[in-house]
């Protein structure tokens, strides 16, 4: 059974940082690409960008490009989000995807990702 669990996540001021992790098991983890959408309240998920299953490959969502960066540690099962100069408009809940089927590229739409994480809640006080 494949889960992601999520975490890092908290309250920061505006313009600081903060780093979440995805922990993954259930399968062999190198061989899958791994997404990060985010959902504010009243708003639609967002993508807000995903890696390749080699780590070769990454996109970004076009409100977090430049600010945000996601990377993956295949010993460790791990996929992170480091996130910089964050706004009150980066608030929301946080969650780790992954699809069930291996991608050339990566996964950008919901609808492509099959395991969804709990989620991890990031506040940016404005």
């Known amino acids: 059974q494949v889960q992601l669990v999520e975490s890092g996540g908290g309250l920061v001021q505006t313009g600081g940082s903060l780093r979440l992790s995805c922990a993954a098991s259930?399968?062999?983890?190198?061989?899958?690409?791994l997404s990060w959408f985010r959902q504010a309240p009243g708003k639609e998920r967002e993508f807000v960008g995903a890696?390749?299953?080699?780590?070769?490959?990454?996109d970004y969502g076009t409100s977090v490009k430049g600010r945000f960066t996601i990377s993956r540690d295949n010993a460790l099962n791990t996929v992170y989000l480091q996130m910089n100069s964050l706004r009150p408009e980066d608030t929301a809940v946080y969650y780790c995807?992954?699809?069930?089927?291996?991608?050339?590229?990566?996964?950008?739409?919901?609808?492509?990702?099959?395991?969804w994480g709990q989620g991890t809640q990031v506040t940016v006080a404005s």
């Open positions: 890696i390749s299953w080699s780590g070769g490959t990454t």
């Open positions: 259930g399968r062999t983890f190198s061989g899958y690409a």
């Open positions: 995807t992954s699809p069930k089927t291996q991608y050339a590229g990566v996964p950008r739409s919901p609808s492509e990702n099959d395991y």
